[in-house]
């Protein structure tokens, strides 16, 4: 299995190689006022795939953030309950009576 998943990656390394090689050529990326950027299309898709996936951690972070707020205040609630519950007697002691 892990010679075939290592087979996978190296045909992507050689697809996206010949993607690169292939889209070598110069572009221009226009912005406001009359400025022009220069570069290989490539190093264009490479800037934009970068941002995009940068973006897509940050938009997540916050999620992130708020699941693990929620996640110790449920442990904290928890925590307290089994305090509460260690100070009662012992539930065996009810089939006694």
């Known amino acids: 299995m ?6 996978i990656e190296i045909a992507l390394l050689i697809l996206l190689v010949a993607v690169t090689v292939q889209n070598s050529h110069s572009v ?4 406001f006022f009359g400025q022009v950027w220069s570069a290989p299309l490539i190093v264009f898709l ?26 110790s205040q449920l442990k904290k609630e928890m925590r307290l309950q089994q305090q509460g519950r260690s100070t009662t007697a012992d539930p065996s002691d009810a089939l006694a009576d």
Do not use: H, S
Request: charged share 20%; aromatic share 20%; no cysteine.
């Open 46 to 71: 490479l800037l934009f795939f970068v941002a995009g996936a940068a973006i897509g951690l940050l938009a997540t972070f916050t999620y992130y953030l708020k699941m693990r707020r929620e996640l």
């Open 28 to 31: 221009e990326f226009r912005l």
């Open 2 to 7: 892990r010679y075939l998943i290592r087979l």
